[in-house]
């Protein structure tokens, strides 16, 4: 258990905490930290799945050569504890806290620091862990969540990368092989949609 005192202000997201963070933060920059890999090994039974008929999301894995780009937050300091605390309940489907390094890659500061980053190893009951891409794409199609559809959480998280100019083979084979999309909305539809808060 990493001591409270000594935590850094900085978190590092690499899934949906990049698309959909849902906390107040100082700042943000975008980077990597060596030696993982993104996979989309974790099951979830209260997001984008449910007990019984799990979705799929991301969680990082060791890896040597690796490298898992992302987005680093500076939280205030004065809501910091608040900030993991709520972090906690949002990811207690088997992640847990662990201290990294992260470099710094936006083109201006550059440099490495101290962050946190949630990680789902295979020990937790949730862990689902690796199998062929298509296996993985036919479960993220098919399942459902409290926090909305396996697909949305999969899209998203790759538009976002994609976005920050962040390419990963991963998350790009598996969307690839998704079912083409359902055709486009009417101009009405869209704006009802863009309407409609974002499930949480």
């Known amino acids: 258990m990493l001591d409270p005192a000594s935590l ?3 978190l590092f997201a690499y899934g949906s905490l990049i698309w959909r963070p849902g906390f107040t933060y100082a700042e943000r920059t975008r980077g990597f930290v060596p030696g993982w890999s993104r996979r989309f090994w974790q099951g979830s039974t209260d997001h984008r799945g449910l ?8 969680t990082v ?16 300091e004065g809501t910091r504890d608040a900030t993991l605390q ?13 201290l990294v390094t992260f470099h710094c890659s936006d083109g201006v500061r550059g440099g490495s620091w101290p962050a ?3 990680v789902a190893g295979p020990d937790n009951p949730n862990y689902l862990g690796p199998a ?16 909305g559809s396996n697909r949305e959480y999969l899209l998203e998280l790759h538009a976002m990368l994609l976005t920050l100019g962040i390419e990963d083979d991963h998350i790009q084979g598996l969307a690839a092989l998704l079912r083409p ?4 909305l009417t101009e009405q539809a869209q704006a009802d949609a863009e309407a409609r808060p974002h499930a949480v």
């Open 61 to 76: 894995t060791p890896e040597a050569s690796g490298a898992c780009w992302g987005i680093a937050y500076r939280l205030h």
């Open 116 to 118: 946190l980053m949630y």
């Open 132 to 147: 062929p891409l298509a296996s993985i794409a036919e479960q993220v199609e098919r399942a459902q969540g409290p926090s």
């Open 181 to 184: 999309l359902a055709p486009p």
């Open 8 to 10: 850094p202000v900085w």
């Open 86 to 98: 709520g972090l906690d309940q949002r990811e207690s489907g088997g992640y847990e806290r662990q």
């Open 51 to 58: 007990p019984g008929a799990p979705g799929r999301v991301v």
